[in-house]
């Protein structure tokens, strides 16, 4: 058959329009069926049949419109069909505006469910999650003993119950740092269930009377205020362990989560059998406790404290580990933060995580403290890493322990890396203002301004309080160029909180670094003698910072003597270890404010060789930083603008931005230069 006789004998039958017509109505038909057949609880292969069985009839309704003509008598075959009688014209005709009209249902159909139904059916946006039925959050118990002083006793007992469930990887279990906000027996579960971003909540109460305690507890679903379990459990002391396991696993079951063999083990753990030891080491988690979340109103008596307590627990019961580890953390924790600067703190955190994990190798707090020893004694960030891995895998909803992986990832001058990790320690501290602070700290390393300004901002609307949060908010602002902003911030802070005159000094840079000599001075009208620096922790002398004003101001032998001074003061400090490189830094720019350039060279760079920014960019950006102010003010500006570019070219957002090179007085001397100006316009991109 002739090609070209054989198309116009399809289109004279209708079999061209036959297939249009039956290819639109399908499609329409599919989608229709796949949108209203799930509403009336459809079976899930109904949808499917249809688009099946209009498959199949696909071919049939072709061969049937070749072989059958529509006459005014009914459907007769085309051969018995006179051409003078055949009226497929007009049903071509006919058949043209049904296939229109279908076009245009299909269409309607296609608009509506792309700005209608789609829009309903579309995932949940990243801001807003679907919360896990097997997530919860156990609220701090309520002390029914007669004795106030058996507060550190049911504290602890709640502690041990949320450790274990922590340890379950099926469960998504909230930190103690969130939980710890809010009343034993609230009345708004269901409010305080969607803060935490659970499905549950488990309350208890402790009654303890000498040797024998009552423990209750209850699992209540927060949504529908309705108990999935509860029960009560009077024990000897002796036998707390025993309600601590059978807790987290009644939970675990209740909650229909499935354990791993050595996550029922752990669960079941029992880090002592001597209920001395084990009361003396709650005692000491509880001032520890009162450290962390701030709460200490003498950090140096209660750190002492707790680790005479820890020590007792262990010479009590020379095999537990778990207090060894503790004991462990306590000192990397007290070296970190300054409250004991000592070479023995350090010697002791090694010596106590070394024999928790001589006792029990597998012990994941043993490796969570000899992680920090790494991290917060040695700055070993590799060895760091490594040991928080480890603790990580036996303690899936550990949030201190993940967000330290982030904090690390800053230290080695990945900030971007880090980020995520604390977000993740977020979803399970959501009540914790530290965490979205330290990612905007992050941010502002990474100098997005912007994203830091939001994060600090979360972070007070969850504690409006915190002192720290606003003045690095503020410092941030003034890396971005917002001197403003800065300025609005720093004035919220009332004038009589000022610790340790981090403030102040906040203040006084400010003024600074816009030319404001007279402000700057006044800043520091009531400080103290030493100022604390929030980024780097490090106090720097109130000498200093007046003589830099009085240099500004033009006063150049008043700047002398208080030079002189500031030598003075930071002279006492060279014999001390942990404070060595604050003070050659420190010094570096007194000798230079002094005219003294070898000296000046010679402490800056010594402070950089103490702690490179290969070794800690946080702060060894600060020491770099201050070297480059040095060797700009004693005229050795190539390197200056070197080690600027390097600044720039790194996560150090807090030390230096092309905002504050353009207008801080300190870089007048090297600003006409051509490299400077290129180097300024070249990261302003």
Known sequence: MNPHSFLAELKRRNVIRVAGLYLVGAWLLTQVASTILPM????????????????????????????????PEGLKRDEDVPVEKSIAPQTARRMD?????VLLLALGYFAVDKFLFTARRAPIPSGVQTI???????????????????AYFVDGIQDEILTRLAKISALKVISRTSTMRYASRPDNLREIARQLGVANILEGSVQRAAGAMRVNVQLIEAES???????????????????ESEVAQSVADALKATLLPAETARIADVPTKNPAAYDLFLKGQYLFNQLQNSASKDPVADGKAATELYRRAVTADPGFALAYARLSYLASYLHWYGVDTSSAVID???????????????????????????????RDYAAALREFAIAQASL???????????????????????????????????????????????????RHYAEADAAYARSLAIFPGDIEAQEQRAASMMYSGDMAA??????????????????????????????QPDAALEALGHSPDWLMTRWEHSLVPLSLLRAQALALKGEAELAHSAYLEAEQQLQSLLD?????????????????????????????????????????????????????????????????????????????GETVSVATLRIDPVWDRIRKDPRFQKLCEEKAR
């Open 396 to 446: 899936p909803n550990n949030a201190e322990v993940i967000a330290a992986i982030g904090y690390v990832y800053r230290r080695q001058g990945d900030a971007a890396r880090g980020v995520p990790e604390i977000k993740q320690a977020m979803a399970l501290d959501p009540r914790n203002s530290l965490l979205p602070r330290e990612i905007a700290n992050s941010y502002t390393a990474l």
């Open 486 to 515: 800065a300025a609005r911030i720093l004035a919220a802070i009332p004038a009589d909180t000022d610790p340790q005159g981090s403030v102040s000094l906040l203040r006084y840079k400010l003024a600074m670094t816009t030319r």
């Open 225 to 243: 205020d309705s108990h999935l379990w509860a029960e009560s459990y009077d024990r000897d002391i002796k036998n707390i362990f025993s309600v």
């Open 132 to 150: 896990n039925k097997k997530s919860i959050a156990v609220l701090p118990f309520e002390n029914l003993s007669r004795d106030p002083d058996n």
């Open 348 to 378: 002791d955190a090694r010596a106590a995580a070394e024999q928790a994990l001589a006792l029990q190798p597998d012990l994941p707090e043993a490796h969570l403290a000899m992680g920090y020893v790494h991290y917060w004694c040695h």
């Open 40 to 71: 009336f609880g459809a079976a899930e292969w109904l949808p499917r049949t249809v688009v099946t069985l209009l498959a199949i009839g696909f071919v049939p309704a072709l061969i049937f419109s070749w072989i059958f003509e529509l006459t």
């Open 576 to 652: 001390k270890p942990h404070e060595l490189a604050d003070a050659q830094s420190y010094l570096g720019v007194v000798y230079a404010g002094l005219g003294q350039r070898e000296a000046a060279l010679k402490a800056g760079r010594a402070a950089v060789e103490l702690l490179p920014m290969s070794r800690d960019v946080i702060v060894g950006a600060f020491y770099l930083e201050r070297l480059a102010r040095v060797e700009a003010q004693v005229g050795e500006t190539d390197s200056a603008i070197e080690h600027l570019e390097q600044l720039l070219s790194s996560s150090g």
């Open 97 to 101: 505006r049904v296939i229109i009209a």
